[in-house]
């Protein structure tokens, strides 16, 4: 029996990773094997980084949240400490924004944390 080849579905297989590996460099955008392996590695960077992101992001926010207390004569546990004793519940990505751009309610924020917790 003779040898049988798909050669349509193939030549669509490899076009397909040809034009997602549009814009590699060199080889991995022009040869089949390297631009399948790059792209799939690609998708693992992708599927790991959405994680990472969301981690990093509240890094991030902890980090301003911490300069913005201690710039109020606070450190960033006992601001959440104090928050959470007068019951105010905000999220640490909404108290990154006060932090940064509306200083003044953050700093009576703070005066609430203090009070709650008993540093005044």
Not at 9 to 16: F, L, N, P, Q, S
Request: a positive charge; proline letters at 2%.
């Amino acid at each position: 029996m003779p040898r049988s080849t798909n050669n349509v579905a193939g030549h669509r297989r490899h076009k397909k990773y040809l034009k997602a590996a549009r814009g590699y460099v060199g080889a991995r955008s022009k040869l089949y094997k390297t631009a399948r392996q790059t792209y799939e590695k690609g998708l693992t960077y992708a599927y790991r980084d959405r994680k990472q992101k969301k981690r990093q992001f509240r890094q991030l926010w902890i980090t301003r949240i911490n300069a913005a207390a201690r710039s109020n004569g606070m450190s960033y546990s006992n601001l959440i400490d104090g928050l959470n004793k007068a019951n105010i519940n905000v999220n640490r990505k909404t108290l990154a924004h006060l932090a940064w751009h509306e200083p003044a309610t953050f700093t009576a924020l703070c005066e609430s944390a203090k009070t709650a917790k008993g540093l005044n």
